[in-house]
């Protein structure tokens, strides 16, 4: 049991109290029985010196008187009789030797009882015979009847008595005293305990209450004040119950919510810290630290928004901003949130406008890009078709060239629509795949030769590594070959003179892995999520030789998805670029 339990401080409240008032009264009742017992003496041994007093003047024999008035004394009394100025008679003869006549005639008190006829007393001390000093009460009554001189009784009695007596009463009251006390405290704890059980019970209901157990009942026991409360108790965990039920039912409702919103939402507090977050904002997040380990930033969330979310809770109105990092763009909403009157934070709505702003770009370049790709030969289609008409040729050679130039150009506008038919094809599922066992090693060294001569007259250097375990691998030869020709042409095309351009294929975890890189030109970042979309071209600047219709790497990407697999590009600009692809194998895609 604790000491700082209920039971306890009402325990020792009781007890405190019970002894302050015990301890009153135990001084008052031994003041009262102390006074009492020494009024009791003074006044018993008053009426025995009144009555030897008295029986002296009744009885005209001394003698008689005398020995009559030694038989009133007990045990522990004795008597000094004084009937003049000369005669003095001892109920102890040891008394002489002490009290003599000059000893009450000098003493200034007992001196009173002749001169002024009044009854005196006075405490007096007794020399025994082991040397000790004893106290003592002495009496003393006017006494007149012999020789017409004024005489005197005076009785005396040693303390002692009164005080054995005083002594046993005080010890009596001292154990009643603690009788009572010992009775009390176990009453007093018995009280308590029973007064507090309930208490302690709610103690423990609130316990579980609080770990959420909200199906524990305390019994009513009594119908006071604390049954009352045990009542109300139980009134409120219900009512909390219901509550509680409704918050979580809330919370569910406001989590799933919250999930199923495709914009991001974050909530902070007032110091900028997250509180809450919604998968897309989590993806935000996640972004947002490949951010900071790329410039190693240390911030947890963009200045931009720390700034949003500052500005929001300080002027008490809504902000919004973009924010952009990694080729993404997000519209940002900051609201801030009231309690009562003040701000207790704010709550941020991430929209993720990539997709819109790719779609724009995508529009942009469709236009200019076929405007470009289908201007150039279709002039060049009419110049020289005029030229032809007009007879401008004057040689059979410039003839023949003409035409050579006008097959050319035809060629390529017939090469953009196929390569347009095919992408349209893969991207509407109509495209068949023809997979079969293919050994990769032949197939890869196959490709690779048919690019070295490209590569030695751009005098690039091609490599091949081959770093597989199984020797067959399952998938479409020509469509996986027209990737790689895709990839290994636009590689060597931006790769400067005497630059190295690799095809490392390997296992992984997921299937078959090829990486295709180079260390030419690379892509911008803000180019890097629109490089596989139709007519994306990089910079001509940097491009080696002629270009292409920049629906490669649309195809390759639809190829590749048709295979089930995945395709990403990494690229720094002036380092290089890398393109990776990965094909499933039968067994990983049945898992």
């Not at 019970?201 to 209450?209: C, F, G, P, T, Y």
């Not at 030969?377 to 007879?391: C, K, N, R, V």
């Amino acid at each position: 049991m604790k000491w700082n339990s209920v039971v306890l401080k009402l325990w020792a409240t009781i007890l405190l109290l019970v002894f302050v008032v015990l301890f009153v009264l135990l001084v008052l009742i031994i003041q009262f029985f102390n006074d009492f017992v020494g009024e009791r003496a003074t006044d018993s041994l008053t009426n025995t010196a009144y009555r030897i007093a008295v029986n002296l003047e009744r009885h005209d024999d001394l003698e008689f008187g005398l020995e009559v008035a030694w038989e009133l004394l007990d045990d522990v009394t004795n008597a000094i009789i004084i009937t003049d100025e000369d005669h003095i008679y001892y109920s102890q003869q040891d008394d002489a030797e002490k009290f003599t006549l000059n000893y009450f005639y000098n003493d200034p008190v007992f001196k009173k009882v002749f001169t002024g006829n009044k009854t005196v007393k006075k405490e007096i001390q007794l020399s025994s015979e082991t040397g000790n000093v004893d106290q003592a009460l002495m009496i003393g009554v006017p006494l007149d009847k012999f020789s017409n001189q004024k005489g005197a009784v005076f009785i005396y009695q040693s303390l002692d008595v009164m005080n054995d007596t005083m002594k046993a009463t005080n010890k009596i009251i001292m154990w009643s005293a603690l009788i009572a006390f010992i009775l009390t405290t176990v009453f007093a704890f018995f009280l308590s305990t029973r007064i507090t059980a309930p208490l302690r019970k709610m103690r423990e209901s609130a316990a579980e209450v609080a770990k959420g157990k909200f199906d524990v009942k305390v019994p009513i026991l009594t119908r006071d004040e604390i049954g009352e409360l045990a009542k109300t108790f139980n009134q409120m965990r219900k009512q909390l119950k219901i509550n509680v039920t409704a918050l979580k039912q809330e919370k569910e409702q406001l989590s799933s919510i919250l999930s199923s919103m495709a914009d991001g939402v974050i909530t902070f507090n007032k110091a900028g810290e997250i509180i809450v977050t919604n998968p897309p904002a989590q993806q935000f997040m996640k972004a947002w630290e490949k951010e900071q380990e790329i410039n190693n930033d240390t911030s947890k969330i963009p200045q931009k928004l720390i700034n949003l979310i500052n500005d929001a809770v300080g002027n008490e109105t809504e902000q919004t901003g973009e924010i952009s990092f990694q080729g993404k763009y997000w519209t940002v909403i900051v609201t801030p949130q009231f309690d009562e009157q003040s701000i207790r934070g704010a709550v941020a709505v991430l929209r993720d406008m990539t997709e819109e702003r790719k779609l724009d770009k995508l529009r942009k370049d469709f236009i200019a890009n076929v405007s470009h790709e289908l201007r150039t030969p279709i002039a060049m289609l009419q110049g020289y078709s005029e030229a032809l008409m007009d007879d401008i040729a004057a040689s059979e050679q410039e003839r023949k060239e003409i035409t050579t130039v006008i097959n050319e150009e035809s060629q390529r506008m017939g090469r953009l629509v196929n390569e347009l038919l095919d992408l349209a094809r893969l991207e509407s599922g109509q495209m068949r795949l023809y997979k079969e066992n293919v050994e990769i090693k032949p197939f890869i060294e196959r490709i690779s030769k048919k690019f070295m001569g490209v590569a030695k007259v751009s005098n690039v250097r091609l490599e091949i590594q081959v770093e597989t375990l199984k020797k067959v691998y399952t998938f479409d030869p020509d469509r996986i070959e027209q990737v790689l020709t895709n990839l290994v042409d636009n590689a060597i095309r931006h790769t400067h003179e005497d630059g190295l351009v690799r095809i490392i294929v390997k296992d992984s975890e997921k299937g078959l892995q090829v990486e295709v890189s180079d260390n030419g030109s690379g892509i911008p970042e803000e180019d890097l999520p629109f490089v596989f979309e139709r007519f994306y071209k990089a910079d001509k600047a940097r491009t080696r030789g002629r270009s292409g219709t920049g629906l490669g790497l649309a195809i390759v990407k639809n190829i590749i998805d048709a295979h089930q697999g995945k395709i990403y590009v990494k690229s720094k600009i002036g380092q290089g670029t890398t393109f990776v692809f990965v094909l499933p194998q039968e067994n990983e895609r049945k898992l």
